[in-house]
């Protein structure tokens, strides 16, 4: 350390440790050599390119670009070493701040971080971040961030999720923490079940979901059923405790396995469209039996069952053939019974001619118009629509 200290300001020092072991009669051992700053400066300089990574992470998480920065300070004894500075100088482009002491830096810091937690002073905020993102598990096993990495704290966010089968009476909120795509490659945080939930269809059910991280980093995590307003709760202390190797680890796994991670999501995210078209192909047929033909009931069940085939098979390539095929069937059904429904009632709109002359103009048009407005209002069209579009990808596990 003290060799370290002084080649900041030198090129070369000598490093005398007198008594650093003995030899086998017993005779002291001296440790004396010359260490150059070059040679000091190619032992650390390893360690030192590890610091470019970081820094420009920092600066991008932050949404800013190296123009915007004014000055840098240097925050640490280390900062001292002339090849630290010209590090940080190469990589950021701009000068050094020269008037504050970097030991100093560190002082102040300490002391005014203990004033706010004290509460001996109000007119400082310290702003800290959450280290890792934050979320839910969902269908699939797919990981949904509620709260990105770096949000300054606290900060608090809701979210509206559903059931992913019929009459489901529970859900299961599985907390994560990471920046992996799938919930089985994030760390877990705990997890509960939200009960009493009134039998109804998949996605029906609106179950709101709540993040809160207070200035600590605990996290209170809420799920309420916004039919019943049943809820429950916990509470998780042990999010913020994992070493900084443990969150560069886990943000450097993300980067490396971003490409595998993308495809699996999209693997996923294909068989829960397959499996929602299923599903909403069986109650268009309920939903819009009298608006639809033999043939196109044959159709779906056609494609449907080719859709189970290709799930079974697990061939993603025909999940994506048939998905698109039952997809476009049913939207041309959704649109044909919307044309249908659109239609004026003909018993209406042929009674008027038997009207006086007086009264015929007036009083057709009043009835074309209340017969719209009435089939407007009635439009079983909208459900039809609804079931289509239907995005499962907010489906509770």
Do not use: W
Not at 35 to 59: F, G, H, M, Y
Not at 90 to 118: N, S, T, Y
Not at 142 to 148: A, C, D, G, P, Q
């Amino acid at each position: 350390e003290k060799a370290k200290i002084e080649l900041s300001t030198v090129l070369s020092t000598d490093i005398n440790l007198p008594f650093i072991a003995q030899d086998s009669e017993k005779n002291p051992i001296h440790f004396e050599t010359t260490l150059t700053r070059a040679k000091l400066e190619d032992l650390i300089s390893v360690v030192l390119n590890k610091c470019e990574r970081p820094i420009k992470q920092a600066i991008d998480d932050a949404k800013l670009s190296m123009a915007d920065i004014d000055k840098i300070i240097l925050v640490g004894g280390p900062t001292r070493m002339p090849s630290v500075q010209e590090f940080v100088k190469r990589i950021v482009g701009k000068g050094l701040e020269r008037g504050v002491d970097p030991m100093e830096c560190v002082a102040c810091g300490a002391a005014i971080q203990g004033a706010v937690l004290a509460g001996e002073t109000s007119d400082i905020l310290l702003l800290d971040v959450t280290p890792l993102s934050l979320g839910v598990e969902v269908q699939g096993g797919l990981y949904n961030r509620m709260i990105e990495r770096n949000t300054t704290i606290p900060t608090k966010k809701s979210q509206t999720y559903s059931t992913a089968q019929d009459n489901q009476p529970a859900v299961t909120i599985h907390i994560l923490q990471g920046e992996r795509e799938m919930a089985t490659d994030n760390m877990s945080l705990g997890q509960f079940n939200l009960g009493g939930i009134p039998p109804a269809p998949r996605g029906i059910p609106q179950i709101e979901v709540t993040f809160d991280i207070d200035a600590n980093g605990i996290i209170n995590v809420s799920a309420k059923d916004l039919a019943t307003n049943k809820e429950q709760k916990i509470t998780v202390t042990g999010s913020s405790k994992l070493s900084d190797s443990d969150k560069e680890r886990m943000i450097k796994d993300a980067e490396t396995f971003a490409d595998q991670d993308k495809t699996k999501k999209e693997e996923v995210e294909l068989v829960n469209k397959a499996d929602s078209l299923i599903y909403t192909a069986e109650r268009t047929k309920t939903d819009l039996k009298d608006k639809i033909t033999a043939e196109q009931i044959s159709q779906i069940d056609d494609l449907s069952t080719k859709l189970k085939s290709s799930l079974d098979s697990k061939d993603h390539n025909s999940i994506r053939e048939h998905s698109d095929n039952l997809s476009n069937l049913l939207q041309e059904i959704g649109s044909s019974a919307y044309q249908q429904s659109a239609q004026p009632d003909p018993d209406q709109t042929s009674s008027a001619p038997n009207s006086s002359a007086e009264t015929n103009s007036s009083e057709t048009q009043e009835k074309v118009v209340d017969g719209e407005y009435k089939e407007v209002d009635d439009d079983p069209s909208n459900d039809a629509n609804k079931e289509v579009d239907d995005d499962p990808s907010n489906d509770a596990k």
